[in-house]
């Protein structure tokens, strides 16, 4: 069992930054990979970025490349995801995920783990 925590949503207005994180326990084994994923209200989830164990391996959704960049410290069983550019439509609910199977990794449904969410919103 894994248990997650975001942090770090606010409200900032467009072009700005949010750094959020995702605190880890229980069972490391399932955070080799762990991800970034939001949901806006009555759209889907979707895929931001993933990062393997060591963090040499990254992969970003197209519309977020070049801005937002995730990271993860494992002393402290935390990643993060840096978001630079916000733009108003990115506004949303940010959810961390552990688990990963074997399938696509934007893919929600081959994630096991959930955090509750941490809300961005930006103003336009």
């Known amino acids: 069992q894994v248990h997650l925590v975001e942090s770090g949503g606010d409200s900032v207005q467009a072009g700005g930054s949010l750094r959020l994180s995702c605190a880890a326990s229980g069972d490391t084994q399932f955070t080799n990979s762990m991800g970034w994923f939001r949901q806006a209200p009555g759209k889907e989830r979707e895929g931001v970025a993933v990062i393997s164990f060591g963090g040499g391996i990254t992969y970003y959704a197209d519309f977020v490349k070049g801005r937002f960049t995730i990271s993860r410290d494992n002393a402290k069983n935390t990643v993060y995801l840096q978001m630079n550019s916000l733009k108003p439509e990115e506004t949303a609910m940010y959810y961390c995920?552990?688990?990963w199977g074997s399938g696509n990794w934007n893919n929600g449904g081959e994630w096991t783990y959930w955090g509750q969410g941490t809300q961005v919103t930006v103003s336009s």
């Open positions: 995920a552990a688990g």
